[in-house]
């Protein structure tokens, strides 16, 4: 089954202790990208990769780390996490043609 | 201003009822045009894709987009209690596909 697959999928964490938010995706697809999604905000892109070793900024980078060392996984680190990163995350890969698919969210609360 | 519109909601209607989401956009450049939908704790899912002006249709769902207007629609017909879901429009253009602009999302509650 094509999917994308994110963990943990809850988290509840405190100020400054670094963690990563895992992300892999089955589907060969080169793109991938990570989103949070904030009430009255919707969806905003934090970081996008088009292929292996290659990522850039998207509008909410700040606070954020991505790599990308296989095609498959796109990992989220929060180096040192603070309230305002409270929130949803998505991870999504995309096909050739444009259409994302999301993972089923993870939800990040620094206390 | 943000660069994409949606109402909140929540929308509310009866089992069976015609239902029209919307979006307005600012940056005229916007040339694709996404309806995603989303239940409640998943990850949104891509409903329909659309280029340009004109209309898309997809079983009970139709896209519909006004450039002129800078206006997206989406329209459920017939609908049932599982289109209940807060539906998100995106949108990009050439050149920034790598860059997908959501509005806020519309929850919708369709009511047996």
């Known amino acids: 089954e094509a999917q994308v697959t994110q963990n943990p999928r809850y988290l509840i964490t405190v100020t400054g202790k670094k963690l990563t938010v895992t992300c892999s995706q089955n589907m060969n697809h080169e793109y991938m990208s990570w989103y949070r999604q904030d009430p009255g905000l919707g969806l905003r892109q934090i970081y996008y990769?088009?292929?292996?070793?290659?990522?850039d900024k998207g509008d909410v980078p700040e606070g954020y780390k991505v790599s990308r060392k296989e095609k498959r996984n796109f990992p989220l680190i929060l180096e040192s996490p603070s309230p305002n990163q409270t929130s949803l995350y998505f991870c999504?890969?995309?096909?050739?043609?444009?259409?994302?698919?999301f993972g089923e969210g993870s939800r990040l609360t620094v206390l | 201003q943000k660069e994409v519109e949606q109402d909140p909601g929540p929308l509310s209607v009866p089992e069976g009822a015609i239902v029209s989401l919307n979006c307005t956009y600012s940056?005229?450049?916007?040339?694709?045009f996404m309806w995603y939908r989303q239940y409640s704790r998943k990850g949104p899912e891509l409903l329909m894709y659309?280029?340009?002006?004109g209309n898309k249709e997809d079983g009970r769902f139709t896209a519909q987009v006004d450039k002129s207007s800078k206006y997206i629609s989406l329209f459920i017909r017939d609908s049932q209690p599982s289109d209940s879901a807060t539906y998100l429009c995106a949108m990009t253009y050439h050149g920034a596909t790598n860059k997908l602009i959501f509005g806020t999302g519309t929850l919708l509650a369709v009511q047996p």
């Open positions: 659309t280029y340009s002006s």
């Open positions: 999504a890969s995309r096909t050739g043609l444009g259409e994302l698919f």
């Open positions: 990769s088009m292929n292996v070793e290659v990522t």
């Open positions: 940056n005229s450049a916007f040339q694709y």
